[in-house]
Each structure stands twice: as C-alpha cells, then as structure tokens.
Nanobody, 124 residues
Framework: QVQLVESGGGLVQTGGSLRLSCAAS????????IAWFRQAPGKEREAVAIIRRNGNTYYEQSAKGRFTITRDNTKNTVTLQMNSLKPEDTAIYYCAAPRWGDAYSTSAGDYNSWGQGTQVTVSS
C-alpha cells in the first residue's frame, strides 16, 4: 500500500521561504513521477510542480522561478523548496503519486495516492 507523508508546512510572512518534504513508501519509488498539488479554499486542486523519474521537472506558471522540486531516490523523498512566498500561495499542499508510475499529468484525477496534506499560510 502506497503511503505518502508530507511535512514542513507552516505560517510565514510574505517573501519568506518554506521547505516541504514528502516521504514515500509502499512503491518502487524510482518508477514514479511525483507531484505536489495545492488546494486553496473554494478552489480546485492544482498541480504546482512535478518531478519525473528522470529528474525532469514541471512548474505551474506562478511557481516558476520561486519553487524548486527535487527528489532523493536513496531516501524515497521529494522536496519542494518554496521561496518568495506570496499570500496567494496559501493552501493545503499535497504530495501525490499517479496510478501509473510514469504518468505525466497535471490532472488530479490521474493520481490515486495522496498524502494527508500540509497547511501553508502566507501572511501579508
């Protein structure tokens, strides 16, 4: 059974930084692309960043230049470094793995394994 556990959320002021971590178990980690999604109140869940098996990355437009996604295949972890945070980044952030490990998608429906989420709040 796939388990994804996020950590690292919190409250930060505008312009600050946070580092989110996702620890994965129950899957052959190197076979999987891993994504970070976020969901703000009243909004749909959106893909923020994806890291593919080969290390290639995708970033949602507003995250480009501010967020960095990395993976450590020796520790089965994915990290999202978030810098220059803005109030509009406030959301619950989720780590997710797709149904098929090599699926490369920004659609939440293509992911069937989710962490419990971690709250990120950016104050103005």
């Amino acid at each position: 059974q796939v388990q994804l556990v996020e950590s690292g959320g919190g409250l930060v002021q505008t312009g600050g930084s946070l580092r989110l971590s996702c620890a994965a178990s129950g899957l052959t980690f190197t076979y999987y692309n891993i994504a970070w999604f976020r969901q703000a109140p009243g909004k749909e869940r959106e893909a923020v960043a994806i890291i593919r098996r080969n290390g290639n990355t995708y970033y949602e437009q507003s995250a480009k230049g501010r967020f960095t996604i990395t993976r450590d295949n020796t520790k089965n972890t994915v990290t999202l470094q978030m810098n220059s945070l803005k109030p509009e980044d406030t959301a619950i952030y989720y780590c997710a793995a797709p149904r098929w490990g090599d699926a490369y998608s920004t659609s939440a429906g293509d992911y069937n394994s989710w962490g419990q989420g971690t709250q990120v709040t950016v104050s103005s």
